[in-house]
């Protein structure tokens, strides 16, 4: 097994909330669940060296119908640092890509074990995908390039 072209230095998370519904009604058994998840992912370079990058991934998850008893809005903040050698006109769609799957799956036990220790069923987020087309870049003139997807994913 290869070691990855990105190697994550550091994460924290920079916001948690983790609301339940005390005034929740178990749906019937069987029943289908639905919950949306949101989330926006904005990459940075560091301003002296290209190789090493900030991810801050917005995560908010809830439920329209009523169906999952939570209220889920979280802020991870990771860094990252990518080989030398690795292509340096892919690296901001390699760090969007890879950098957000990476936190996103942290947040993702994390919200498994806050909400294991509430009053209802822990909540598992669903499985995304940041290999979205339509992403927003800013100008290479700005002092450090984002990349925000558009609108957030749905799921």
Request: hydrophobic share 35%; charged share 25%; with cysteine.
């Amino acid at each position: 097994m290869a070691k990855s072209p990105l190697q994550l230095k550091q994460y924290f998370f920079t916001k948690i909330n983790c609301e339940a519904d005390l005034t929740f009604k178990k749906p019937p058994k069987n029943a289908e669940t639905k919950l949306e998840v949101q989330v926006q992912s904005t990459i940075s370079p560091h301003k002296d060296n290209k190789r090493d990058w900030r991810v801050i991934l917005d995560i908010q998850a809830f439920s329209p119908d009523k169906s999952v008893p939570y209220k889920l809005d979280l802020q991870v903040t990771g860094f990252f640092k990518v080989a030398e050698g690795y292509p340096e006109d892919k690296l901001s769609e390699f760090i969007r890509i890879t950098g957000s799957s990476i936190l996103y799956s942290g947040a993702r036990e994390f919200l498994l074990g806050i909400t294991s220790r509430g009053p209802w069923a822990p909540v598992l987020l669903p499985t995304i995908s940041f290999m979205e087309p339509n992403q927003r870049v800013e100008p290479k003139s700005t002092k450090s390039r984002k990349t925000k997807e558009a609108g957030g994913i749905k799921t």
